[in-house]
């Protein structure tokens, strides 16, 4: 080894200890499940074994911007990034969308994270409204669905997200909704909340993704 | 001496935060749509950064701001056609502040307005006030 090569070995050295550092609180290195939690006892080989059972997203159908059925199984293998919009909204909508386009511009050639956008004004928000709405996005369908349904299974489905959902005549727009983007893994369990108005928040959004993936890979 | 000098500093905040009011107003009525930096939303909400709208259509900002638009409108070659709503209870003070904010900011270099240009305009929609 000549002294170059001894410099080189030093560097890279103190450059993986440099990244075991930064890696090395493990709590970090992967997402927490989130929501409530139940624990179960079950029967195994005739002992009572204590299970933990997390919060996972129910079923569900919706209708996206090219009248596909977006279901559950949509999703099955994947992890995706959903958020609560309508198309009218006056607020904080556009700059969700804005943030919601950086995931969507850093993911569009993974197949394995999709977006879903729900809408809360299915009255206004038809499937053509949509339609025309991801085009001006200049978004794939594929990649990014926007989904319209039946208004009282959106407002349930957007509790089990934790995210807050309703009508409000007081409101600008006439609905109140928070600006959450939520991660959900191949489990339909949630690993993350960002507010989705801020960019800071979709920057931490972005770094959990890969975590996440490299979670799902390595249970592969 | 003191008073005097609580005065000046009085005055001076004053002063500043009116400079700072189109940039304010900016942010609180028109940042959620056009973004912070005026980029506005691909294809769906306009840009106002180097926008030949505000050139070509300027005797129709100021009702624009107080009143909104709808329909399709043309934007440096791009259709768009997105419902954009009005802002009714700004002053004719506080328009002009937005848009001299919008036309000396987003690389814009635009003409200045002034308090009696934004009024003139102003008055051809006042009836949408009522």
Request: contains cysteine; hydrophobic residues 35%; negative net charge.
């Amino acid at each position: 080894m000549n002294s170059n090569n001894i410099r080189q070995f030093i560097l890279a050295l103190a450059a993986s200890a440099a990244l075991y550092a930064c890696s090395g609180n493990e709590s970090e290195a992967t997402l927490p499940i989130l929501g409530h939690r139940d624990v179960v006892e079950q029967e195994v080989n005739g002992k009572m074994v204590a299970d933990t059972v997390y919060q996972q997203i129910p079923d569900f159908s919706f209708t996206d911007q090219d009248s596909q059925q977006v279901t559950a199984k949509t999703f099955e293998g994947k992890i995706y990034v959903t958020d609560f919009f309508f198309t009218t909204c006056p607020t904080i909508c556009p700059k969700m969308k804005s943030q919601m386009l950086r995931v969507y511009e850093q993911y569009k050639d993974n197949p394995q994270v999709v977006l879903l956008s729900h809408t809360i004004d299915p009255k206004h928000d038809t499937v053509a409204v949509l339609k025309e709405y991801a085009e001006r996005l200049n978004v794939s369908s594929d990649k990014w669905h926007f989904v319209t349904g039946e208004k009282d299974s959106i407002y349930s489905i957007a509790q089990k997200y934790m995210v807050t959902a309703m009508e409000d005549e007081q409101e600008a727009g006439g609905f109140v909704h928070s600006g959450a983007f939520i991660l959900v893994d191949q489990n339909r369990h949630i690993r993350g909340v960002y507010d989705g108005t801020q960019p800071d928040q979709v920057d931490k959004l972005l770094k959990d993704i890969p975590v996440l993936l490299n979670e799902q890979h390595q249970k592969k | 001496m003191v008073a005097g000098a609580a005065v000046l500093t009085t005055l001076t905040q004053c002063f500043t935060n009116k400079q700072n009011e189109g940039e304010r107003l900016y942010a609180q009525h028109c940042a959620n749509c056009h973004m912070d930096d005026g980029s506005g939303l691909r294809n769906l909400i306009p840009p106002l950064a180097k926008a030949d709208y505000l050139v070509s259509h300027r005797d129709d900002l100021a009702c624009i701001i107080q009143h909104g638009q709808q329909g399709e409108i043309v934007v440096n070659g791009v259709t768009y056609n997105h419902v954009m709503p009005g802002a009714e209870h700004l002053n004719k003070g506080q328009i002009t502040n937005i848009l001299n904010y919008i036309q000396t900011n987003f690389g814009n270099s635009n003409e200045r307005f002034t308090i009696q240009e934004v009024e003139k305009q102003l008055d051809k929609c006042r009836h949408l006030l009522e």
